[in-house]
């Protein structure tokens, strides 16, 4: 399937996490939200029901033999699926059955997240209590693990949703941390060497490829965001913060628009505003338009290489801001299609 084809429906979408608990409630408000080609619905994440919702345990619930448990520290690897891996496993099959009634008939673009192999490996602990980075051949496992249970969750929602266009998103805020030596140990005086970037982006690509013909992008919501490396490792799509680009990577994402990448821009703010109350559409994306200028971009364009989303996700919103902020990036995608300039 071709990404550019997919991408081309998606003006635009949220990021992956929302407010409160109620499953139902929320895939409502995401297919809601982006109906009748205004974007593209997703597969919401509610974190507010605690561990094994939060994006490392619903991650931790898709890995292919690997299981976890919740320690005061964080998410440490198990020899067998006990109550927490058991839990995340839960939640997810919510997440899916409330998606799939507000999908019925759906044949437009999908989204799934979860969390990419770098960001795993920084979070999820080896039995002694240090991450898996600290150890090349557990962070190959590890890799390993999340393609095949992600091939296996992507068949799940094909399933579940025939019509769909599935696109598979890697979140990856972490990536940047671990490719600069950024990651702290357990006893929080050191931190990890940083990763090789040949073997990031090596292992990313097998992960990416997992998806198979399924469009992907990486999200990342941390500042230096790798253009040029994730590029590299098939990423078809990358998803970032606009308020985090600095000048000397904007020449990286004009060479990526030039090949062909979508851009997500996170140009919504995730969290209530302290105004109380959201920009207009046509001012939400005026950085767009100027960073289209500055790189001497076609506007003509904007919408076959942007999508517009929230700068991260919206677990910490109202669920009133929520609804507003999702309904607000479709009409601040439509601003930018009606006035490219």
Same mark, same amino acid.
């Given at each position: 399937m071709s990404e550019i084809n997919v991408f /081309? =429906?998606? $003006? +635009?979408? &949220?990021? %992956? @996490?929302? !407010? &409160? *608990?109620?499953? /139902?409630?929320? +895939?409502?408000?995401?297919? &809601? @939200?982006? *109906?009748?080609?205004?974007?593209? $619905?997703? #597969?919401?994440?509610? $974190? +507010?029901?605690?561990? %094994?919702? =939060?994006?490392?345990?619903?991650?931790?619930? #898709? #890995?292919?033999?690997?299981? *976890?448990?919740?320690? !005061? @520290?964080?998410?440490?690897? @198990?020899?067998? $699926? &006990?109550?927490?891996?058991? /839990?995340a496993r839960s939640w997810l099959g919510e997440d899916l059955d409330a998606l799939e009634e507000f999908t019925q008939g759906y044949e437009g673009p999908l989204k799934v997240q979860a969390v990419g192999p770098w960001t795993l490996a920084a979070a999820l602990e080896r039995r002694g209590g240090e991450a898996f980075l600290g150890d090349p051949g557990a962070c190959r496992d590890l890799a390993d693990s999340l393609a095949e249970g992600l091939r296996g969750h992507l068949a799940e929602v094909r399933r579940r949703v025939p019509g769909a266009r599935l696109v598979l998103q890697l979140d990856e805020p972490s990536l940047t941390a671990v490719l600069r030596g950024r990651v702290r140990t357990a006893s929080g005086y050191r931190t990890h060497r940083a990763v090789d970037r040949q073997l990031v982006e090596a292992t990313l690509r097998e992960v990416l490829g997992a998806a198979g013909e399924t469009a992907t992008l990486v999200h990342t919501c941390a500042p230096e965001v790798p253009f040029a490396l994730l590029r590299r490792a098939g990423a078809g799509g990358i998803s970032f913060d606009l308020s985090l680009l600095t000048e000397r990577e904007e020449e990286a994402v004009?060479?990526?628009v030039e090949g062909g990448t979508r851009m997500f821009f996170g140009v919504v703010p995730g969290a209530d505003p302290a105004s109380g109350r959201l920009s207009d559409p046509g001012g939400s994306v005026m950085g767009v338009r100027t960073l289209w200028r500055r790189l001497g971009l076609n506007p003509g364009t904007l919408t076959e290489s942007v999508t517009v989303t929230p700068s991260c996700g919206l677990a910490g919103a109202s669920p009133a801001y929520a609804r507003a902020a999702l309904a607000h990036c479709a009409r601040a995608a439509r601003s930018l299609a009606d006035n490219p300039e």
């Open positions: /081309r =429906d998606c $003006p +635009a979408t &949220g990021i %992956g @996490s929302m !407010p &409160g *608990g109620d499953a /139902r409630e929320a +895939a409502k408000t995401v297919t &809601g @939200s982006f *109906g009748d080609g205004e974007g593209m $619905p997703y #597969l919401a994440e509610l $974190p +507010a029901r605690g561990p %094994g919702a =939060d994006m490392i345990g619903r991650t931790i619930g #898709l #890995l292919a033999e690997l299981y *976890g448990h919740v320690e !005061p @520290s964080g998410w440490r690897i @198990s020899d067998r $699926p &006990g109550r927490d891996t058991r /839990r004009g060479e990526a």
